[in-house]
């Protein structure tokens, strides 16, 4: 059986190669070049035809149990803190603190404002990922770290003077079975090419302040698209904007605030019912 399992694998990233080219001209950025993954992507979505798309979960082909869970700690603003069960650290839109932490093994960064990068990371961190090209064009990243697939899909910014294409990226983490993003400081809706290329996300880590990104409501309305189960706020300027996005997602996510900073997830805990998990912020 396991040459079927092959063959079906090979078959499933080749359908999502075929989707690549069709959606070349989209303008939507996807980490095509660099550092190529050694592993095939548990998270992708295969078009079936656009806007829709039909999840798969590589994992129930192949037939292989994923176990290990992942801890993802609220550092502050946009940061979080994540470690896989192989003891990879992650520190997303990092601006070169981490409290007590210590130095991670990969950071990504976003350049909307001086908050979500720096210009000087240590050089003991191994992987620095920028979400924006400084030469331009798409930040392109798809690399294997340990027992961490790490991707990146592009959307544009504001800018202080002009609109800049691709210069904020999503962050996708596939551990352990668990397809984790981070929306980074994302300022427009997502469009189907872009839901494509993120596919499945268990767990979304998404912007709250209602003013800098997105307005609350078409916040709230991109993680209705996203399905994902648990919901972490983040990037929340006080309670105000936070207790509003709450709100707006009230009707249908289950609300949990919890009294502590980490949460600790796997494929067999994640919450029957999409649940917004807000978990203890620092202002």
């Known amino acids: 059986m396991r040459h079927i399992y092959r063959f079906c694998s090979a078959l499933v990233v080749a359908v999502v190669l075929v989707a690549a ?3 070349a001209g989209s303008g939507v950025g996807f980490a095509q070049t660099g550092s190529v993954a050694r592993a095939p ?3 992708l979505a295969i078009a079936e035809s656009l806007p829709r798309a039909r999840f798969v979960s590589l994992k129930q082909v192949q037939g292989e149990p994923v176990s290990g869970s992942v801890r993802i700690s609220y550092v502050s603003h946009s940061t979080f803190w994540i470690e896989s069960p192989g003891g990879v650290t992650i520190a997303t839109d990092y601006a070169g603190w981490t409290g ?3 130095i991670p093994r990969v950071v990504t960064m976003n350049k909307a404002h ?3 990068f720096t210009d000087s990371p240590d050089p003991a961190i191994e992987h620095v990922l920028r979400g924006w090209n400084p030469e331009g064009g798409r930040s392109n990243h798809n690399l294997e770290v340990g027992d961490v697939l790490i ?3 592009t959307t544009d910014i504001r800018g202080w003077q002009a609109p800049e294409k691709d210069a904020n990226s999503i962050f996708i983490f596939e551990i352990s079975g668990l397809c984790i993003g981070h929306l980074g400081h994302l300022h427009h809706e997502l469009g189907a090419g872009h839901l494509g290329w993120i596919g499945r996300l268990d767990v979304v880590m998404v912007p709250v302040d209602g003013s800098w990104t997105l307005p609350i409501d078409k916040m709230a309305g991109v993680i209705k698209q996203l399905r ?3 919901i972490l706020p983040m990037h929340a300027f006080g309670d105000y904007s936070l207790s509003q996005f709450v709100a ?3 009707n ?3 609300i949990r605030r919890e009294q502590a900073r980490s949460i600790t997830l796997s494929t067999d805990n994640l919450p029957a019912k999409p649940t917004v998990i807000v978990l203890e912020p620092q202002f």
Do not use: K, M, Q, Y
């Open 41 to 43: 992507s548990n998270c």
């Open 21 to 23: 080219s069709a959606w």
């Open 100 to 102: 007590r932490r210590g």
């Open 248 to 250: 707006n997602l009230s």
């Open 114 to 116: 001086e908050t979500h």
């Open 151 to 153: 991707r990146n899909v």
């Open 228 to 230: 994902s189960r648990v």
């Open 252 to 254: 249908d996510f289950a």
